[in-house]
């Protein structure tokens, strides 16, 4: 995945591009099942990864998607994230290997929301739900 075609011009873009990614990793992985949330998660670690590397960072400007970034989800970010919701707020956590893209959405905006909460981008929430619930 090259970081240079990034798009950094709108969220819409981006988002556009992450689903790009998302569905040409599915494509190119040698199993005859799609896990979708599986390859989502690798694809938002990368990112995650990239945007914490200063000298990647610097380089492919990737400050200006921190915000648009998605946390990558699995299943202690979702118990998080669910005992931080009122009940029915969340959709059920299906497990990563069963994950579709309409409760990824579920999770992902009220992620936003609880980092909004913390003064912070959503990328990072993990780092929160995962020393609160291990």
Known sequence: MSLVRVPKSSAKRFQLW???????????????NRPWGAARKAINLFLRDALYNQYLSKQF??????????????SVVAKGL?????????????????????????????????????????????MYLWLDNR
């Not at 998302?22 to 199993?31: M, V």
């Open 82 to 126: 669910r005992l931080n919701s009122n009940r029915g707020e969340l959709p059920r956590w299906p497990g990563l290997k069963n994950l579709e893209p309409n409760v990824s959405e579920g999770f992902q905006v009220f992620a936003s929301e609880q980092a909004n909460l913390k003064g912070i981008a959503r990328v990072h929430l993990d």
């Open 18 to 32: 992450l689903d790009r990614q998302t569905e040409l990793l599915l494509d190119n992985l040698p199993i005859k």
């Open 61 to 74: 400007k990737l400050q200006l998607i921190e915000s648009w970034l998605e946390v990558p989800l699995d």
